[in-house]
């Protein structure tokens, strides 16, 4: 099995970044296999998204490989200003 780990700071309190992070609007079903880390460092948190069990093969690690960052940008501009980055799909 294949694990990725992404990394990012954001400009809000690790329970501002929990909140968002546990909406139910915002979690999609396969979180039992992320796990989040939050470390506070003054007025920023450093956030690391470990995803893990994922087939070396498999579609899911296609999709996610460049999906996290794009989910990260997008909870990082929630978090710090309220409004999530909408992204389009090119056809």
Known sequence: M???AFG????????RVCQALADPALV???LSVVRFDLV???QVTRL???HQG?????????VITPGWPMILSSLKRLV???EPLGFRLSA
């Open 48 to 50: 690391t998204v470990n």
């Open 2 to 4: 294949t694990s990725l």
């Open 28 to 30: 999609p079903d396969w």
């Open 40 to 42: 506070a460092m003054g």
């Open 8 to 15: 990012i700071y954001l400009r809000a309190t690790p329970p």
């Open 54 to 62: 994922l087939d070396p093969g498999g579609w899911l690690l296609k």
């Open 80 to 82: 710090e200003t309220g």
